[in-house]
């Protein structure tokens, strides 16, 4: 692996919901406070959702061959999963990962992304069912 003293800088920030706006704002300043010369990129989407705007351009960038050092607040707000994958594609174009909180040890990791995982399904399988119910609140049929 090499690393490209020349690669673009990338802040990334995510939260899961627009709810959480603050500690989007927090992420921002605690980035750009790091990497002033940053470009900025964030996502309000489930860490499990790979579809997201910001980190697919992130992806597709690297993948094209663009050495891109990307700067996070903790590897969780890159992605609930596939993490060493993700990091392994980002090093594949000569680019790197810079987490500003690094966790605790691979154990810790793993349990908060078992718990995340959990939260995340819980919170699908509420969510349709308030989709449901809201729907024949308003008479709209089942399908």
């Keep these: 692996m090499w690393i490209d003293t020349d690669a673009t800088v990338v802040l990334y920030a995510r939260v899961s919901s627009a709810k959480q706006k603050t500690s989007l704002e927090t992420q921002e300043k605690m ?11 964030s996502d309000v989407a489930s860490g499990f959702n790979f579809k997201r705007r910001g980190f ?10 663009e050495p891109i050092r990307l700067v996070a607040t903790t590897s969780d707000r890159i992605a609930r999963s596939g993490f060493p994958l993700i990091r392994h594609i980002i090093e594949l174009s ?7 909180e690094e966790e605790d040890c691979p154990e810790q990791f793993d349990v908060r992304t078992i718990v995340a995982f959990i939260t995340s399904y819980c919170n699908s399988v509420h969510g349709k069912r308030s989709h449901q119910r809201h729907k024949k609140d308003q008479g709209i049929p089942e399908e």
């Excluded at 980035?31 to 990129?41: A, I, N």
């Excluded at 351009?57 to 993948?63: K, N, T, V």
């Design 56 to 65: 697919r351009s992130i992806l597709e960038r690297a993948l094209s061959g």
């Design 31 to 41: 980035l750009r406070e790091t990497c002033p010369e940053g470009e900025f990129l």
């Design 94 to 100: 000569g680019g790197s990962i810079e987490l500003l």
